[in-house]
């Protein structure tokens, strides 16, 4: 194979996805940063900087006209226009030095011109290009585009003088503001794919344009780390290491937490969208992938200026991982309404997660104490949820929930010696119940567990050297009790279980007033005496029994021996003559 076989693939690659753009649109972008790192900041033109920016991304805009209106190279094309979307964010990126060294007026002016540049480009290419984007989608678009450039006049000490603490907040609430205008997309997301027919391009939704707002989405993240990296009130931006250029200080107040409230947004919109289109495999698929939302409120960063802030969001409204399961709960209770599969069980699980998640959970190292309310809603939930499907598995769940909640409840009351008697018996209780209300394949396998354990539990209390200090009589009673219980089900419910469990118990019964009564006997008379009278009455009863069974009283089965056919009296008299057989000879 020749060398210039071999590169064809490669070169056929390149040709047909042309990622050039992208390539020179992230070496324009790094030379605009490394200009940042290499020259003094008194000494930067930032003029000169967003000038570049602005020019490059003219450039560009004009490429994509040419190329879609007399190319129909779209597929290079839809490259140029997310490009677009980054180059906008750069363009607002680079205006952050010049809203610190310039005055209020001239602040105000620059927002202004910047958030025109960025309109007018955009308006100018889906003119140019044929696109038509509707208005639901247009007007969202163009205040993310407002909100690149409003953000840091805004935060700018120098446009508006607020104190440090302040400051911080408001840096905080950027992506909370993004997120409010990503509700927005709502009536757009309910529109459907009609909404979107006729777009001029080839694409259909959900792909236009919501890799678009996909795109924004990345870039409000961007645009939020360097809003904390350029006003947070966190020292040098620049610091130097060595001989070497100077780099970027990335102790800052942001966190990966800043994008929570984003990702709550997205998880709707994605839930609304699947809904829109009654897509069963989609909404499943968003309620799975939602516990990683919590992924954002797990601590990785550990610099100073990022854990002081991150301290005082806790003592404020709480932790990121606390606040994140509320919004869950929220999240899955909406999908709930709208009858999402899955939904319910998820919203139990982050109820189950607050039992040990409290507002000052930072990570697994300062999970709180298990509480018991959260268990305890869980059970009666779960039992709601099985009574209302006839379904004894999840009936058992919530029971299992429940009483662990009370196992947490009872070390707050005065019946703290007996938590454990009384979860065994409520846990217990429960299974013999739903084991004979419920008419489901694993309602049966209760039924025989709470049969079982009756005369186990039945030993344990007559025998258990922690039983001791129970008087005798109350012991005998319960298992008494258990015993008339078994025989009424058995009775009643036509089971074969407690017919055995009844059979069981009533022999631990018996043995045990035997036992006792052979005690309370051999104190007055002697053990030989007692013995004798026992056997005796033993043998009476044996000889009872095999004449009750000769004479037809009792079963076939309650005999081991086969029954032995014993003629009548009446067959074994003598026949008379007249009855005996005569020859004829």
């Keep these: 194979m020749s060398a210039s076989t071999s590169h064809r693939p490669v070169l056929s690659y390149l040709y047909n996805h042309n990622p050039f753009y992208v390539i020179s649109a992230v070496l324009m972008l790094f030379a605009v940063r490394s200009a940042y790192g290499t020259i003094e900041i008194g000494s930067i033109n930032c003029w000169l900087m967003m000038g570049v920016l602005a020019g490059y991304t003219l450039l560009l805009a004009g490429i994509g006209v040419l190329i879609v209106r007399w190319g129909k190279v779209w597929e290079d094309a839809r490259s140029i226009l997310l490009l677009l979307l980054l180059l906008f964010l750069g363009v607002s990126v680079s205006m952050d030095d010049l809203f610190s060294r310039i005055s209020p007026e001239q602040g105000m002016t620059l927002m202004i011109a910047g958030f025109l540049f960025s309109a007018i480009v955009s308006e100018a290419v889906l003119w140019g290009a044929g696109i038509r984007l509707g208005f639901r989608y247009r007007i969202p678009y163009h205040l993310f585009l407002a909100l690149f450039y409003v953000a840091p006049w805004w935060c700018s000490p120098e446009m508006h003088a607020r104190s440090a603490a302040s400051l911080e907040w408001t840096l905080f609430l950027f992506p909370v503001a993004a997120s409010v205008l990503f509700l927005c997309l709502l009536p757009a997301i309910r529109g459907g794919v009609n909404y979107v027919k006729g777009n001029g391009t080839p694409w259909g939704w959900p792909w236009f344009p919501w890799i678009a707002f996909g795109v924004i989405a990345a870039c409000v993240s961007l645009r939020s780390f360097a809003l904390c990296l350029t006003f947070g009130p966190a020292g040098p931006m620049w610091i130097t290491s060595g001989s070497g250029p100077r780099l970027i200080s990335f102790d800052t107040l942001w966190g990966f937490y800043f994008l929570i409230p984003l990702g709550f947004v997205l998880l709707l919109l994605l839930l609304e969208g699947s809904l829109v289109t009654r897509n069963k495999a989609f909404q499943a698929g968003v309620i799975r992938f939602s516990p990683l939302l919590l992924l954002l409120a797990m601590p990785v960063v550990t610099g100073r200026v990022h854990l002081g802030f991150l301290f005082q969001v806790t003592d404020v409204i709480g932790s990121p991982i606390w606040i994140t399961l509320w919004l869950m709960l929220g999240f899955y209770l909406w999908a709930a309404f709208r009858r999402v599969p899955g939904a319910i069980g998820a919203g139990l699980g982050a109820i189950a997660l607050l039992s040990i998640v409290g507002p000052q959970t930072l990570g697994t190292r300062t999970l709180i104490d298990p509480t018991p309310w959260p268990l305890l809603?869980?059970?009666?939930?779960?039992?709601?949820?099985?009574?209302?499907?006839?379904?004894?598995?999840?009936?058992?769940?919530?029971?299992?929930?429940?009483?662990?909640?009370?196992?947490?409840?009872?070390?707050?009351?005065?019946?703290?010696?007996?938590?454990?008697?009384?979860?065994?018996?409520?846990?217990?209780?429960?299974?013999?119940?739903?084991?004979?209300?419920?008419?489901?394949?694993?309602?049966?396998?209760?039924?025989c567990a709470s049969a079982l354990l009756i005369p186990l539990v039945s030993v344990v209390v007559i025998w258990s050297t922690r039983a001791v200090e129970i008087p005798f009589i109350w012991r005998v009673s319960y298992v008494a009790s258990w015993a008339v219980g078994c025989l009424l089900i058995a009775r009643f419910w036509s089971n074969r279980w407690f017919w055995y469990s009844f059979t069981a118990t009533l022999s631990v019964l018996l043995y045990t007033s035997a036992a006792y009564g052979f005690r309370l006997a051999t104190q007055v008379l002697s053990r030989e005496a007692v013995t004798a009278f026992i056997w005796s009455v033993a043998a009476l009863l044996i000889a009872f029994l095999i004449s009750a069974h000769k004479a037809r009283w009792l079963p076939e089965h309650a005999w081991l021996l086969p029954r032995k056919e014993t003629p009548s009296e009446t067959d074994m008299l003598p026949q008379s003559a007249e009855e005996s057989p005569v020859d004829e000879e």
């Design 377 to 447: 809603l869980d059970g009666v939930l779960l039992l709601g949820l099985g009574m209302r499907k006839r379904s004894s598995g999840i009936c058992t769940v919530g029971v299992l929930a429940a009483t662990l909640g009370i196992w947490l409840l009872i070390p707050d009351t005065i019946l703290f010696q007996y938590r454990f008697t009384a979860c065994f018996h409520f846990l217990w209780i429960a299974a013999l119940v739903l084991g004979l209300t419920m008419k489901d394949d694993f309602s049966r396998v209760l039924q």
